[in-house]
């Protein structure tokens, strides 16, 4: 029985997508079944930063009504074994979604996998409603950023409200994850500090992802970051995030500026 | 002189805890205005307490007002109700003639 995992967030461009695709690949590394699902139906995206977007023949919408099975619409990845994709579709509207076709691919999917991620949709409609409903967990990425900080406090509310789990009085596990973290102007007070999302969100802190160029080379070449450059800064915190995923108790890396000595003499003042 | 008023004058707050600041009183509104479950608790008590009083006393619906203030640490629950002097005395002596 497959553990769901959303990856949700509210505002869009935050990292839910890399995000999906670099949890799903770390997981599956650790020798785990995971299938990654794309439920930003019109806008699909995850196929191409998992380099598969070639391989596309059917869709989550065509599983949801019948036109085809779940084993025909799963892409197997070609680095990973244990790793599988099931794409959204491109050209069909997010309403050829119901919420009974979800539910029982969501229920297949639970059966044949341990992990099941769930890539949302941004905003709060009915298509990030759907991606959310079957959750057990929720990842929240959230950027050191006004607007997402305001955004994933919305999502925190809809997650507590709005979800299979809530219905029946149980509550989805939160993990805040924070994405584009810039340690050096964090240390300088012109960004959020770590402590000061999580005491705004009052979400238990998943893992802090620094901004960092690997990311966009990664998607550059279509491959979740912690295939394409498992030793980079994001790779090791998103392999950190898994193993906490997982259940153990490890304490949350934290991004350090990394100062040059003109810096550490000239000592930088913050605005 | 900037040294001067460096030294002097308070610093003025990073943007960092300006964007905190802003974000913990925007966020302490919008958790009370978009919250169903607050307004139904509100229309629930509303009506409850309506029940209530209305074994004892009478009291015109609209003298009833409740207000829920969710805050940062703690959270205010505001119920003001406006009885009329001639309502109190009118329930009481029916239930004093009951008695006789």
């Known amino acids: 029985m497959a553990q769901i995992i959303v990856v949700t967030s509210g505002k869009g461009g935050v990292g839910k997508t890399t995000t999906t695709a670099a949890l799903g ?64 579709s491109q050209t069909r509207d997010k309403d050829s ?15 044949k996998f341990d992990w099941v991620l769930c890539d949302s949709p941004a905003g709060i409609e009915r298509g990030a409603q759907l991606a959310m409903h079957h959750a057990d967990h929720a990842v929240i990425v959230t950027n050191p950023e006004v607007s997402s900080v305001r955004d994933s406090d ?36 012109e960004m959020l500090s770590v402590d000061d999302v999580i005491d705004i969100l009052s979400v238990p802190l998943l ?9 966009l080379k990664a998607s550059n070449v279509g491959a979740p970051v912690t295939l394409a450059a498992p ?22 890396s ?14 930088k003042r913050g605005a | ?34 919250g169903e479950d607050d307004t139904n608790l509100l229309r629930t008590l509303h009506r409850e307490i309506l029940e ?22 703690c959270s205010t629950l505001e119920i003001d109700i406006q009885v009329p002097e001639t309502g109190l005395r009118a329930q009481v002596s029916t239930s004093a003639s009951d008695l006789k």
Request: contains cysteine.
């Open chain 1, 154 to 189: 919305r999502i925190v509310g809809m997650l507590d409200s709005r979800t299979a789990r809530a219905e029946q009085g149980e509550r989805v596990e939160k993990h805040l994850l924070l994405t584009r973290y810039d340690p050096a102007r964090a240390a300088r007070d």
């Open chain 1, 254 to 267: 934290i991004p350090t500026e990394k100062r040059g000595l003109l810096d550490f003499i000239f000592k």
């Open chain 1, 25 to 88: 690949a770390a997981l599956a590394r650790n020798g785990q079944n995971v299938a990654v699902v794309d439920f930003d139906v019109g806008l699909r995206n995850l196929d191409l930063v998992m380099g598969v977007e070639r391989r596309v023949v059917f869709d989550l919408i065509n599983v949801v009504q019948g036109d085809a099975t779940l084993h025909q619409a799963l892409i197997r990845d070609k680095r990973c074994e244990t790793l599988s994709i099931l794409p959204a």
């Open chain 2, 1 to 34: 002189m900037s040294f001067l008023d460096n030294f002097f004058s308070r610093k003025r707050p990073s943007s960092s805890t300006v964007a905190r600041n802003r974000l913990q009183i925007l966020l302490a509104h919008e958790r009370g205005v978009s």
């Open chain 1, 231 to 252: 030793n980079s800064a994001p790779a090791k915190a998103y392999f950190e995030a898994v193993r906490r995923l997982e259940g153990e108790e490890l304490p949350v």
């Open chain 1, 97 to 111: 979604l119901t919420a009974e076709g979800v539910s029982r691919v969501m229920e297949e999917l639970r059966e």
């Open chain 1, 207 to 215: 893992g802090v992802v620094p901004e960092s160029e690997d990311v």
């Open chain 2, 52 to 73: 209530v009083l209305a074994r004892h006393v009478s009291v015109d619906q609209d003298n009833v007002n409740i207000k829920l203030d969710r805050g940062q640490n």
